[in-house]
């Protein structure tokens, strides 16, 4: 039986009734009562809202005119779009801006002396050093002939000018008031390759057989062998010799011993007064000291270390320090040499929960073999089925299958290794079980090293995990071997290789986005280190791989 939902409504009543009730509500309409609660006079002042009267005291009511409404609606109209206009400016403003303060408006202590503490260097000797913290402070009281930005165009310094004259020759033209003479290459050059392969700068000049002098602004250059990024190379440290030299650059070197290293400020605009390094036997007698605010900063690479700062309030931000996992595959391999097999394997590897699984305090995404490239891979299980489906491939029993010159064969990789790396084997477990969920069987070979090489020597592998380091210079000459893969790698190579220095950068840029088109490998992940800071400090938002003291001017403590 049907339920009336308002009863009343189908109430009987008489003709006299209803007479009435017209009445009574003809008399509401005009008189009606603002403090009625009821939905009915609700309705009849929505219905009045644009004819309304105006009553001045028991003056008779008169009615707005036409025009003066449409005035008054206009702008009404246009108060709302100027109003909707800066709601919507501010809503697009970056959240730092609207509701932050930038680090320009950091008003930061005059003169401070800035303490950094690091815990089992190899040697505080400038010349010989390897640690990454201690030799780019030490690179601030050099000059430079150029610097290389996060794009990897080339910013020149002292240098006005380079040009390739053949593989092996290069022109070099100083800037006439750098500071800098061809003298002073030449002396740095020679310094560097006496002190031998301790330098951590060996690496840059041992390919330079030769400087001719041409005059005081101008050399050439002759190397042993070719390098299309030998402009890359060029920023090793050029010692100061005179007193007009060590005046120009930002610190001067004041002290050095086992255990202390300070640096004074010079010409640079700075806060700092000074910057001292100060060299711990163990992490917990440096994690103490900072805990009691003696120094100001310190590096972290293992949970172990920032475990002991307990509840001390700190600041953090990460850089990569250089050491990255990635998986190259053999391009003779009949399943790696098919672009949708190396796309399908890109796709299903879920990285970030990769790094989760294996170090998700010290590691990050990392693509291809760039540092600062801004390329990257998506993980996408929907994309991964339907680059193989699309190209023939069919899963069976589970296993992606394709018709291989009248035969079925299975998409099946081995898998490469070092068994001795934990880390490794922790992420080729991973990577098997993400590939197979997908229908990509592998096959993961741990090896011991000379099995290892023997494998990539012969071939007789698909895949293989490896640990590459990679810094800011954009070289990987050392991966070209597992990289070329095809056509197409080869000719973005080979422009490279053949690059005149002013389109050294832009055929650069060109090989990292063949290298991604065309998967020639895939990166895993990069290790990164906690740069570890107390509250009141500032100045590290702009952390770089190997340059964590982006601009010294910027870090400082913040007044109060």
Same mark, same amino acid.
């Given at each position: 039986m049907?339920?009336?939902i308002?009863?009343?409504r189908?109430?009987?009543?008489?003709r006299?009734?209803?007479?009435?009730h017209?009445k009574r509500?003809?008399?509401?309409r005009k008189?009606?009562? #603002?403090n009625?609660?009821?939905e009915?006079?609700k309705?009849e002042?929505?219905d009045m809202?644009?004819d309304?009267?105006?009553k001045?005291?028991?003056?008779k009511?008169?009615?707005i005119?036409?025009?003066?409404k449409?005035?008054?609606? !206009?702008?009404?109209?246009?108060?709302?779009?100027? +109003?909707?206009?800066?709601?919507v400016?501010?809503?697009?403003?970056?959240?730092v801006?609207?509701?932050?303060?930038?680090?320009e408006?950091?008003?930061?202590?005059?003169?401070?002396?800035?303490?950094i503490?690091?815990?089992s260097?190899?040697t505080?000797?400038?010349n010989?050093?390897n640690n990454?913290?201690?030799?780019e402070?030490?690179?601030t009281?050099y000059?430079?002939?150029l610097?290389?930005?996060?794009d990897?165009?080339?910013?020149?310094?002292?240098?006005?000018?380079?040009?390739?004259?053949?593989d092996?020759?290069?022109?070099i033209?100083?800037?006439?008031?750098?500071?800098?003479?061809v003298?002073?290459?030449?002396?740095?050059?020679q310094k560097?390759k006496?002190i031998g392969?301790?330098n951590?700068?060996?690496n840059?000049v041992?390919?330079?057989s030769?400087i001719?002098?041409?005059?005081s602004l101008?050399c050439?250059?002759?190397?042993?062998?070719?390098?299309? #990024?030998?402009?890359?190379?060029l920023?090793f440290p050029?010692?100061?010799e005179?007193?007009?030299?060590k +005046?120009?650059?930002g610190?001067n070197?004041?002290?050095?011993?086992?255990?202390?290293?300070?640096?004074l400020?010079n010409?640079?605009?700075?806060?700092?007064?000074?910057?001292?390094i100060s060299? #711990?036997i163990d +992490?917990?007698?440096? !994690?103490?000291?900072?805990?009691?605010?003696k120094i100001?900063?310190?590096v972290?690479?293992?949970d172990?270390?920032?475990?002991?700062?307990?509840?001390?309030?700190?600041?953090?931000k990460?850089?990569?320090d250089g050491?990255t996992?990635?998986?190259?595959?053999?391009?003779?391999s009949?399943?790696?040499?098919?672009e949708?097999?190396?796309?399908?394997?890109?796709?299903?590897?879920?990285?970030?929960?990769?790094?989760?699984?294996v170090?998700p305090?010290?590691?990050?995404?990392?693509?291809i073999p760039y540092?600062?490239s801004?390329?990257?891979?998506?993980?996408?299980?929907?994309?991964?089925?339907?680059?193989?489906?699309s190209?023939?491939w069919?899963?069976?029993?589970?296993?992606?299958t394709?018709?291989?010159? !009248?035969?079925?064969?299975?998409?099946?990789?081995n898998?490469?290794?070092?068994?001795e790396?934990?880390?490794?084997?922790q992420i080729?477990?991973?990577?098997k079980?993400m590939l197979?969920?997908?229908?990509?069987?592998?096959n993961?070979?741990?090896?011991?090293?000379?099995?290892l090489n023997?494998?990539?020597?012969?071939?007789?592998?698909?895949l293989v995990?490896?640990?590459v380091?990679?810094?800011?210079?954009?070289?990987?000459?050392q991966?070209?071997?597992?990289?070329?893969i095809?056509e197409?790698?080869?000719n973005a190579?080979k422009?490279v290789?053949?690059?005149?220095?002013?389109?050294?950068?832009?055929n650069?840029?060109?090989?990292?986005n063949?290298?991604?088109n065309?998967?020639?490998?895939?990166g895993?992940m990069?290790r990164?280190?906690?740069v570890?800071y107390?509250?009141?400090i500032t100045?590290?938002?702009?952390?770089r791989?190997?340059?964590?003291?982006?601009?010294f001017?910027?870090i400082?403590?913040i +007044?109060?």
């Open positions: 049907a339920k009336i308002d009863e009343r189908y109430k009987k009543t008489t006299k009734e209803i007479e009435s017209k509500r003809s008399t509401s008189t009606i009562n #603002y009625q609660n009821n009915e006079s309705k002042k929505l809202s644009f309304f009267y105006i001045n005291n028991n003056k009511s008169r009615k005119p036409t025009f003066l449409i005035f008054v609606l !206009v702008g009404c109209i246009i108060g709302i779009s100027f +109003a909707s206009k800066r709601i400016k501010i809503e697009n403003m970056p959240i801006n609207v509701f932050s303060n930038n680090d408006t950091v008003n930061l202590v005059p003169n401070y002396d800035f303490k503490g690091l815990y260097i190899d505080t000797n400038e010989t050093t990454i913290i201690l030799s402070v030490l690179g009281t000059m430079r002939l610097k290389i930005n996060n990897y165009t080339i910013e020149y310094e002292a240098i006005d000018k380079i040009q390739k004259i053949d092996l020759n290069y022109k033209t100083l800037k006439l008031d750098c500071g800098i003479k003298v002073d290459i030449m002396n740095s050059i560097i006496n392969t301790q951590p700068y060996y840059l041992e390919n330079i030769d001719q002098r041409i005059d101008n050439n250059v002759k190397l042993t062998t070719a390098n299309p #990024y030998f402009p890359y190379t920023i050029i010692y100061p005179s007193s007009e030299q +005046a120009m650059v610190f070197l004041i002290s050095t011993t086992e255990q202390i290293v300070k640096i400020r010409n640079t605009s700075s806060k700092l007064n000074t910057v001292t060299n #711990y +992490a917990n007698s440096m !994690v103490n000291d900072f805990r009691n605010d100001d900063m310190f972290a690479s293992s172990s270390i920032m475990q002991l700062i307990g509840k001390h309030d700190y600041s953090t990460k850089y990569r050491e996992v990635f998986l190259f595959g053999n391009k003779n009949i399943h790696f040499s098919k949708e097999v190396r796309k399908a394997i890109a796709y299903s590897i879920n990285r970030e929960k990769l790094i989760k699984n170090n305090s010290f590691g990050e995404v990392i693509d540092i600062y801004p390329i990257q891979y998506k993980y996408d299980i929907y994309g991964a089925d339907n680059v193989l489906l190209n023939g069919k899963k069976i029993g589970g296993v992606y394709k018709n291989y010159d !009248v035969e079925n064969i299975q998409l099946e990789m898998l490469i290794l070092n068994e790396d934990k880390i490794k084997v080729a477990s991973n990577i079980e197979e969920g997908m229908g990509i069987k592998l993961v070979i741990p090896l011991n090293i000379n099995d023997a494998r990539l020597e012969t071939g007789e592998y698909d995990l490896a640990s380091y990679v810094n800011e210079s954009p070289d990987i000459s991966m070209y071997n597992y990289i070329d095809n197409a790698v080869d190579i422009n290789n053949n690059s005149q220095v002013e389109d050294l950068c832009s650069i840029q060109n090989l990292q063949v290298i991604s065309q998967v020639a490998c895939i895993i990069a990164n280190t906690n570890v107390q509250k009141y100045g590290f938002e702009d952390t791989y190997m340059n964590i003291f982006n601009e001017k910027k400082g403590k +007044a109060e």
